[in-house]
Each structure stands twice: as structure tokens, then as C-alpha cells.
């Protein structure tokens, strides 16, 4: 079972929701317990005690009322959980797409555009899942299991002890399981990252490929991915359905061992049947936070995936500034360029390779100055580093050394966006 600490950190400022969701669940919970007790009550005075409609009339009406209070406190609990995943999607989304801002063309470009817009779109919905579901499960699991053991522990210890025995097989199996399912999600997480960035690459070049006679080879590479993607998604469902049958048939042969047990004592007059009945109607529900953990693990091993690649870009560093990350305080009042000489003294830099061994140089010791008014031609082969010098001018990268400076104020000093807005630029 995984729980991504960066994820929590973003649910902190809405906490007050989740706790609101997880406690409403657990009178949501306990309700059932006093619906439990009003049933067996019911059921008792009618059949054993020979009561008439009118002598258990009230006590119908306590269980109907029990019963739409807890559909409310159920419904709130929901609204509140996906409270919970709206605010952090949002904010997440926001983030990421501020992020990708800063980091520029120079980061997007060694990116491919299609997985960028599926993380920023299907990957933040992922999520809702995980936030929504998953997370409250989680502690209920906990609350609600506890809550009722704490009930019939007095009533029928016995039975007790056999739920709190068989009750650890439900999240053993689902762990087990659920390693192999976490593994395959991911693998189609990154399946569908692949698929979704072939087919926008394969539509931005449509134009290319139709005039070269490539169209039919393109859709024939575009199906292959996409059997792919189904296999991997088949698989992922296999495991899910797996999960599933094992947890179900755990809490069903455990409701069945608390069944034989009281069965056996109220046939030997060893425990009322008010009890017997009111443990019973309780022993499936208490596997049953178990059983909706697993199922809702399930369902959102896609948004644990999404969100390693999701945070991935958000911690990408943006480029360094005089080999310091970006400074906090910087200069809104930007020099123009119409009015001051833009200078590079010594500038180098360096793309960094695929390979950790060998890194691409692409400026080595460049000097020279724009004068105001004046015009400036870059002229070289491909690979001379024009494109360079024209993302380090726009702040889109950063230099390895050495320093470019507007009058006499370093560039790295200056707000990014507002620098950007003095300059044109057109790729």
C-alpha cells in the first residue's frame, strides 16, 4: 500500500474536510450498529414474544430513521471527500502548468508534448480516485472495524475474538495482491503516457507523413501501441478482479465461521437470540470497510501512478542563475533593451546528454554586445548555438558560466516575465 508524502502535503490545507469525511463515516458506521440493534429488537418481539404491528411500531420507526440518517451522513461524507480531491486537483493542475512555464521551451522541447498534456489533463484526474475514495477508506478501515469490535466485545466475546483474528487476512491479501497490482498500473500509466504522446506527434507531422506516403505505416505503428495499452489495462482488471474474489471469499468464510459458531450456542441455549441475531447481521458488515479498502486501493493504484510522473515535473529545478537557483527577490523594473547594451561576457553552456557521461557543449566563452538601435545577424551552421544564445536572451535557460548583462544589471537579477515583455520574439 502506497502513500505518496507529497500527496498528503497537498490534502494539509483542506484537512479539515477529510476529517470532516472520515468522521462523518464513522457515525455513518455506528449508526448501523444501532440499526443493527433496532432490527434484532424487532425481530425478537414479533416472532418470540408474539408483539403486535402496533407494540414495535416504534421501534420501525427509530430503524427507518436510523436508516435515512445514515444515508445523509453517508452522502455528506462523499461531498466532502470529493471536496477534498476538487481543491488539490485544482491546485495541482495550477501548479503544474506555472511550472512548465518557468522551466520554458528549453524543458518541453526534450519532452514529448502528447505525455506533458496527458499528465496535465488525464494524470491530475487520476487522481480523484485516490483523494476521493482511497484516502478516507483508509482510515475507516480502521475506525469503523474498531468502533464495532468495541460493541460486541461485551455482548459475545467469543465472537469477538474470531473477528479480530480473521479480520488482518483481509489487508494481508489485499497487500499481497496489491504489489503486483501497483507494478502493472504503472506499467500502464506509462503505457498510455507513450500512446497518448505517438498519436499528437503523429498528428502535428500528418502533413509530413501524407506528402512522403507514411500515413498508413504511422496508423499501423499507432495500433500496435494501442493493443499494448490494452494488455496492459487487461491485465491491470485481472488483478483487480483477482483482488476482489480473494477479499470476498475471505469475509464470506468469516461471516460463515461467526455464523457456525452462534448457530451452534443458540442451539445449545448458550446465547440469546437477540444477541445471536444482532451479531450476525453485524459480522458482514464488519469486513465490509475491509473489503471497500481493497476495491478503492484498486482503483486508484492509476492515480498513485500518475502522480510519481506529476511530481516528477513539479521538483524539475528551474535553470540556475549565476550557479545559485533563481533568487526569490528579484528586479520588477527592467532596464530596456531599446535604451541600453545587452552584453554576454564569456558565456557557456552546456546541454546536458541522454548519457550521464558525455554532456553536448553548446557555447564556449561567447562575448559580444547588442548597442542600442543597432541590428544584430546571428550566422552559422546548425548546432553553432544560435538558438542557444536566443533562449539564454529570453531567460529560457540559464548560463554555465560566465554572465549577460543589460546596462549594468545582470540579466539573472532581472523578473523573468518582465524582461520577456521587452523583447520580441519570433519563432
Avoid at 539564454?392 to 540559464?398: A, D, V
Wanted: with cysteine.
Amino acid at each position: 500500500m502506497h502513500l505518496d508524502r507529497r500527496l498528503l502535503r497537498d490534502v494539509h490545507p483542506v484537512r479539515v474536510w477529510l476529517l470532516g469525511a472520515v468522521i462523518l463515516g464513522l457515525v455513518a458506521g455506528v449508526l448501523l450498529v444501532a440499526g443493527a440493534y433496532t432490527l434484532s429488537q424487532t425481530v425478537s418481539r414479533v416472532f418470540l414474544d408474539g408483539d403486535t404491528l402496533a407494540d414495535v411500531q416504534s421501534l420501525l420507526i427509530a430503524f427507518g430513521g436510523i436508516v435515512l440518517l445514515r444515508a445523509l451522513l453517508v452522502w455528506g461524507s462523499d461531498v466532502a471527500a470529493h471536496h477534498v480531491a476538487s481543491h488539490v486537483k485544482m491546485e495541482l493542475r495550477e501548479r503544474l502548468v506555472r511550472h512548465l512555464a518557468a522551466l520554458g521551451p528549453a524543458y518541453t522541447r526534450q519532452e514529448r508534448s502528447g505525455e506533458l498534456a496527458t499528465t496535465a489533463t488525464t494524470g491530475i484526474e487520476e487522481l480523484d480516485a485516490y483523494l476521493s475514495e482511497f484516502l478516507p477508506q483508509l482510515f475507516l478501515s480502521a475506525l469503523v472495524p474498531l468502533a464495532m469490535l468495541v460493541i460486541i466485545f461485551p455482548i459475545d466475546p467469543l465472537t469477538g475474538v474470531v473477528l479480530l483474528l480473521t479480520a488482518p487476512l483481509i489487508p494481508f491479501f489485499m497487500i499481497l495482491i496489491g504489489t503486483m497490482a501497483d507494478a502493472r498500473a504503472r506499467r500502464q500509466w506509462t503505457t498510455l503516457s507513450r500512446l497518448s504522446a505517438h498519436f499528437l506527434d503523429s498528428l502535428q507531422g500528418l502533413t509530413t507523413l501524407k506528402l512522403f506516403g507514411r500515413a498508413h505505416r504511422q496508423a499501423d505503428s499507432i495500433a500496435l501501441v494501442s493493443d499494448r495499452f490494452r494488455d496492459t489495462t487487461m491485465s491491470v482488471l485481472r488483478v483487480a478482479f483477482l483482488s476482489a474474489l480473494a477479499l470476498e471469499l475471505l469475509s464470506t468464510l468469516s461471516t460463515a465461521i461467526v455464523a457456525v459458531e452462534i448457530g451452534l450456542r443458540l442451539l445449545y441455549f448458550r446465547i440469546s437470540f437477540e444477541e445471536a441475531f444482532f451479531v450476525l447481521i453485524l459480522a458482514p458488515e464488519f469486513y465490509l470497510p475491509l473489503r471497500l479498502l481493497g476495491s478503492r486501493f484498486h482503483a486508484s493504484t492509476s492515480g498513485a501512478a500518475a502522480a510519481e510522473r506529476i511530481y516528477a515535473v513539479l521538483e524539475t529545478r528551474l535553470p540556475d542563475c549565476d550557479g545559485q537557483p533563481r533568487r526569490s527577490t528579484i528586479r520588477r523594473n527592467v532596464p530596456s533593451p531599446a535604451l541600453h547594451t545587452v552584453r554576454f561576457e564569456d558565456v557557456r553552456y552546456t546541454y546536458p546528454s541522454t548519457d550521464k557521461n558525455e554532456d553536448r557543449p553548446a557555447l564556449h566563452d561567447v562575448s559580444f554586445a547588442i548597442l542600442p538601435g543597432h541590428k544584430v545577424a546571428l550566422v552559422g551552421p546548425s548546432g553553432s548555438g544560435k538558438s542557444t544564445i536566443t533562449q539564454l536572451l529570453l531567460r529560457f535557460l540559464e548560463p554555465g558560466s560566465g554572465r549577460i548583462v543589460v546596462g549594468d544589471v545582470p540579466l539573472c537579477d532581472l523578473d523573468p516575465d518582465a524582461w520577456r515583455a521587452q523583447v520580441a520574439w519570433v519563432p
